[in-house]
T-cell receptor, first 115, second 111 residues
């Protein structure tokens, strides 16, 4: 069974440019997460979807970040415009259910460098 | 809010040594506890988990016991191998809340 797929794996852009990340969760997983991982830190949740509904986006900087999960499957996370401080790894994860005991499966992440 | 504190790395051991990575937590209610591992160049993988007090999670020779009285979930392995070199993250989740991770502990094994 395929795991969580993310693309691109690496992205280098100049500040003020837009950037988008794509995630395809494990088939059948209703819950999808986007996390931000800064260097030397653990992942921090940006947004959580249950099907196509964003149920927790309190940590998403809405002035520049946006996300969507059309049809409750694939998801896209966008930053516009990017700032130097956005350099980090962006992780996507999915789980079958939404409770704390459900295992989250992570993709390999997208490493963003903003110059 | 909920939080996880784990020992700072890096930790370096020789092959066949005993490993302990400490993890303590602060949470309301009764969280589930997890250890995730990130091998070089790969995504996070669930290593083991425990969902209630005194549960022991185990996988690949690693073990961790949910200790409610000390709010701890220390990771242990009796004999480490070079292939165990990775970054290890302790995490918790309470009810429907998302995972809260520690900062991670980088662990290396030398042959």
């Amino acid at each position: 069974e395929a795991g969580v797929v993310q693309s691109p794996r690496y992205k280098i852009i100049e500040k003020k440019q837009p950037v988008a990340f794509w995630c395809n969760p494990i088939s059948g997983h209703n819950t999808l997460y986007w996390y931000l991982q800064n260097l030397g830190q653990g992942p921090e949740l940006l947004i959580r979807y249950e099907n196509e509904e964003a149920v927790d986006d309190s940590q998403l900087p809405k002035d520049r970040f946006s996300a969507e999960r059309l049809k409750g499957v694939d998801s896209t996370l966008k930053i516009q415009p990017a700032e130097l401080g956005d350099s980090a790894v962006y992780l996507c994860a999915s789980s079958l259910g939404r409770t704390g005991t459900d295992t989250q499966y992570f993709g390999p992440g997208t490493r963003l460098t903003v110059l | 809010g909920d939080s996880v504190t784990q020992m700072e790395g890096p930790v370096t051991l020789s092959e066949e040594a005993f490993l302990t990575i400490n993890c303590t937590y602060t949470a309301t209610g009764y969280p589930s506890l997890f250890w995730y591992v990130q091998y070089p160049g790969e995504g996070l993988q669930l290593l083991l988990k425990a969902t209630k007090a005194d549960d022991k999670g185990s996988n690949k020779g690693f073990e961790a016991t949910y200790r409610k009285e000390t709010t701890s979930f220390h990771l242990e392995k009796g004999s480490v191998q070079v292939s165990d070199s990775a970054v290890y993250f302790c995490a918790l989740s309470s009810g429907n809340t998302p995972l809260v991770f520690g900062k991670g502990t980088r662990f290396s094994v030398i042959a």
